[in-house]
Nanobody
Framework: QVQLVESGGGSVQSGGSLTLSCGTS????????MGWFRQVPGKEREAVAG???????RYADSVKGRFTISRERARNTLSLQMDSLKPEDTATYYC??????????????????WGQGTQVTVSS
């Protein structure tokens, strides 16, 4: 059974930083594309960042220059370094995995496996 488990969420003041991690049990993890998405109640899930199996990365315009997605092969983990956080970054953050072409890295419908989410709250 494939599992994705997020960690690292919490509360931080505006301008602060957090690092989210996602551990996975996916066999042959490195061949999958991985992504971070977020959602607030009453709104659709939106893309944050994605990383292709070839290392290509894509970011939502709202987080470019502030967030960095990375993955570590040896530990089967995906990370999201979030700097200069803003109150509008408050959401539940999800990691996802799938076999995705680079142009669809930010499309949630392209991903097959999802974690349960971790809450990030940024206060002003």
């Amino acid at each position: 059974q494939v599992q994705l488990v997020e960690s690292g969420g919490g509360s931080v003041q505006s301008g602060g930083s957090l690092t989210l991690s996602c551990g996975t049990s996916i066999y042959n993890y490195w061949s999958y594309c991985m992504g971070w998405f977020r959602q607030v109640p009453g709104k659709e899930r939106e893309a944050v960042a994605g990383i292709h199996s070839d290392g290509t990365t894509r970011y939502a315009d709202s987080v470019k220059g502030r967030f960095t997605i990375s993955r570590e092969r040896a530990r089967n983990t995906l990370s999201l370094q979030m700097d200069s956080l803003k109150p509008e970054d408050t959401a539940t953050y999800y990691c996802a995995a799938g076999r995705v072409i680079p142009s669809l890295l930010l499309n949630p419908a392209s991903y097959k496996y999802w974690g349960q989410g971790t809450q990030v709250t940024v206060s002003s």
